[in-house]
């Protein structure tokens, strides 16, 4: 069963941190790019950041630059997204998703993070 799921998820002060994991299982994870996406509520869902396959390359939206890490284990199909210097503006669903040419994309099913004194 293809499946990706996501947790660390909680609430935090402003300031603070958390590191998100997301667990796939079904596939080859390896050979898929991984990326977070949040949405808030009432916005559109908007790509937090990416790795490569392997995990050589990056990428991180402008508003967490500096802030959030991406990296990956592929020994054990885990994405991780460090997430530090938390700010009220972070408070989200964060969602995994797994990308590999052009296959149909896979995703998680999300964990909430709230970020509030």
């Known amino acids: 069963q293809v499946q990706l799921v996501e947790s660390g998820g909680g609430l935090v002060q402003p300031g603070g941190s958390l590191r998100l994991s997301c667990a796939a299982s079904?596939?080859?994870?390896?050979?898929?790019?991984m990326s977070w996406y949040r949405q808030a509520p009432g916005k559109e869902r908007e790509l937090v950041a990416g790795?490569?396959?392997?995990?050589?390359?990056?990428n991180y939206a402008d508003s967490v630059k500096g802030r959030f890490t991406i990296s990956r284990d592929n020994a054990k199909n885990t994405v991780y997204l460090q997430m530090n210097s938390l700010e009220p503006e972070d408070t989200a669903v964060y969602y995994c998703?797994?990308?590999?040419?052009?296959?149909?994309?896979?995703w998680g099913q999300g964990t909430q993070v709230t970020v509030s004194s």
């Open positions: 790795i490569t396959n392997v995990g050589g390359s990056t």
């Open positions: 079904g596939f080859t994870f390896s050979s898929y790019a």
């Open positions: 998703k797994a990308v590999r040419g052009f296959y149909s994309p896979l």
